[in-house]
RNA sequence: UCCUCGGUAGCUCAGUAGGUAGAGCAGGUGGCUGUUAACCACCUUGUCGGCGGUUCGAGCCCGUCCCGGGGAGCCA
């Protein structure tokens, strides 16, 4: 019976008869017979493989096996007599499935730098760190459905393709059909869907269409920015979660958004355990002691406007000077939630002139209902508002921002019948993933990076 | 895109006032009856990021481009 590496060591059926396939890492031999270090993927940890001497194959095949080979093991579970392990394979038979060349293959039995894996990703997921990563991604992926479906929330497949710009978003990749040579001019009527388009650079406004029509709704799906961000925490490709609610408000919308947020961490330490002290031993000493602080304690929250004031008493001096009317810059966002409040902090209430059209405005009429969420080492992870809902008032900050309402007459419409108090957050998977894992580089947390200059497959 | 620091063997790095390159690990061969970053002995490895310039001579100096790290802007 074939098992994975996993069930095998959490079932640990000492003295019966296992089969297991998966990857050599190291191969250590000792006199008469070798130690392999066998790994599946199902789970960080290797099984110890015992291939003794009287092996048909040993001399053959066992003694020329190196890191990267794939193996089907199968032999009788022992407890282990040394130290490492508690359990191990005793071989009666191993097959080698596919060779490894040790000259050429790159990833060595060593650490490698996240760098140089990155020039590898279609062997990095085989190491120890990115593998726990992509299995952590995985889990997280799956938590945030559970979360969201067990609160009656549907999920909508916004496009990926799109003729709508979400203002303010940043840049968007632009998409043809046609060929180089087919010619800019006059081209936009021959263009595939008659008129220009890219790819989304959010859901959200398609979103708030089911949302008036489902009540609660999310999208959970890739996004592009063609922006020329060269940081740890941007990328070119990313996915991103975007709940949008009917008949809310911009306080329920906070309290979502911090509940999926200690919901997933939850989630993760108690499904990827292994993975996460992994992350806590090698990656970011003190991790599960800064999250489990997170998930204890209620997040900070001021406005706008409060935190201002904060800033203007620091004792501190920014790059950026301080004053009402201003985006919060990344130092202002570190200061408030690292070294005011040690914890996530979420601030509402920025001031309208530099919020996108859609924020719904305030009776003080100069800001809007927005709540960005600021985490410790990261910064923003997530953004939101309550939506404007108010026809004219939409239409007017539209006409403000220099927006052309015919293009959104479909959006428009939405307020024009039946319509109501809606809000919606946009969380950045990628950004999640840093936060829960340590990884400092967003490279890192997404299997095939896409950045400027850099997409190899 | 801006500031800053880097790019030398498969990997991580060292390198002399400009004079033709080196250590650890990996890899190869042999040894070892319980190893676990195994160990011991011996051996192999380079268009010194690309292009151009200065010079008798450039890994080292100058110019330029590409790529990466850290920080910033834009944002998720």
Redesign the pocket.
């Known amino acids: 019976m074939q098992i994975r590496i996993k069930n095998l060591l959490k079932q640990s059926p000492v003295g019966s008869c296992v089969q297991v396939a998966g990857w050599i890492r ?1 191969r ?5 017979f070798s ?1 392999l270090e066998v790994n599946d993927g199902s789970c960080l940890a290797n099984i ?1 493989v ?1 291939a003794q001497g009287s092996l048909a194959n040993y001399e053959t095949e066992i003694k020329r096996l ?2 990267g080979c794939s193996v089907r093991v199968e032999g009788m579970l022992q407890t ?6 508690d359990v ?1 394979i005793l071989a009666s038979g191993l097959t080698v499935v596919g060779w490894a060349d ?2 050429h293959y ?1 990833l ?3 650490r ?2 996240f ?2 894996l990155r020039e590898i990703s279609h062997l990095r997921p085989r190491t120890n760190a990115l593998g726990a990563v992509a299995r952590v991604r995985s889990r997280l992926s799956y938590a945030i459905h559970t979360f969201f479906q067990e609160r009656g929330f549907s999920q909508v497949h916004t496009p990926i393709i799109t003729t709508s710009d979400c203002e ?3 840049e968007m990749f632009q998409l043809t059909a046609m060929a180089a040579g087919d010619g800019p001019r006059g081209a936009e009527a021959r263009e595939f869907f008659g008129r220009r388009a890219g790819l989304t650079v959010s859901g959200q406004l398609q979103a708030e269409v089911y949302a008036m029509a489902l009540g609660d709704v999310y999208t959970f799906g890739p996004t592009f ?1 063609a ?9 070119a490709e ?1 996915w ?1 979660i975007e709940p949008e609610m009917a008949f809310c408000d911009l306080a329920r919308n906070m309290r979502v958004a911090e509940e999926l947020l200690t919901y997933l961490l939850d989630d993760v330490m108690t499904h990827c355990a292994e993975d996460m002290d992994l992350f806590d031993r090698f990656i970011e000493k003190g991790l599960l002691t800064r999250l489990r602080g997170v998930m204890e304690n209620e997040f900070a929250r001021i406005t706008y406007t409060e935190a201002v004031d904060r800033l203007l008493q620091a004792k501190k001096t920014f790059q ?1 000077p301080v004053q009402w009317g201003i ?1 919060l ?3 202002h966002e570190r200061y408030l939630t690292e070294e005011v409040f040690g914890r996530p902090l979420i601030v509402t209430d920025y001031p309208a002139a530099i919020k996108p059209f859609y924020m719904r405005v305030n009776d003080d009429v100069r800001t809007v209902a927005a709540m960005d969420i600021l985490v410790p080492g990261i ?5 939101g508002s309550q939506r404007e809902e108010r026809l004219e008032v939409l239409t007017a900050r539209m006409e403000a921002a220099g927006i052309n309402c015919e293009d959104y007459g479909w959006y428009l419409d939405l307020r024009r019948y039946g319509t109501v108090p809606h809000a919606g957050f ?1 969380l ?1 998977f ?2 999640l993933i840093q936060f829960v894992s340590g990884m ?4 890192e947390v997404i299997p095939f990076p896409r ?4 997409a190899p497959c």
């Open positions: 190291t250590r031999d000792t006199g008469g130690f110890q015992i190196s890191a282990s007599p040394a130290k490492g392990q191990e040790p000259e790159p060595q039995k060593k490698h730098s760098e140089f303010g978003a940043g920015r922006e020329n961000s060269n940081t740890s925490r941007h990328l990313f991103m950026y985006d810059q990344s130092e910064g923003e992870i997530i953004g946009g950045g990628e950004r400092a580089n967003i490279r950045t400027p200059g850099f």
